[in-house]
């Protein structure tokens, strides 16, 4: 019998909490930088702002340890490619080679077919553990469609069922 330690634990735990499929991005130095996540969540309406987390070996960590804006763009069940595509199966610029991008304020890249795109300015940065914690003061939002947002549970990409 093997004792599972808390990390391992956690990972089982975590694997029950469904989360939004989003890509963060932001530009730095005329180069664009995206990355899947599903540690967001929004902070308060007073001042609107918003909470990513990103781990410090992703490529995306130093742009934003930079200071640099950044959009959570939340992705529709149909853009799974998109999200495979920003977490890992390509790099740099080929990120963006599916969908439709466009800039949005502070020069940040969005998804225009995002169900919804929340552009940052980076205000705050927290370093703990593996992960730095950006805190962003929301300057524009965009929605598209009805909600029907891509979900990442057990390891896998699902949907939600539709009732």
Not at 5 to 16: E, G, V
Not at 64 to 84: Q, T
Request: aromatic share 4%; hydrophobic share 45%; charged share 20%.
């Amino acid at each position: 019998m093997t004792q599972d330690t808390i990390p391992d634990l956690l990972k089982m735990a975590l694997r029950r909490l469904a989360k939004a499929v989003v890509v963060i991005t932001a530009a730095h130095e005329g180069t664009r930088h995206a990355m899947s996540a599903t540690a967001v969540s929004e902070i308060s309406f007073d001042p609107c702002s918003m909470l990513i987390c990103v781990n410090r070996s992703a490529s995306l960590h130093p742009v934003l340890a930079a200071g640099a804006p950044f959009a959570i763009n939340i992705l529709h069940h149909d853009h799974e490619r998109i999200a495979r595509l920003c977490a890992g199966q390509a790099k740099g610029e080929a990120r963006f080679a599916e969908g439709d991008w466009r800039e949005a304020a502070l020069s940040v890249p969005r998804l225009a077919s995002a169900q919804a795109s929340i552009v940052c300015r980076n205000v705050k940065q927290v370093e703990h553990g593996t992960h730095g914690i950006f805190i962003g003061d929301v300057v524009e939002v965009f929605t598209d469609g009805e909600p029907d947002p891509l979900v990442y549970v057990d390891g896998r990409y699902a949907r939600i069922a539709q009732g």
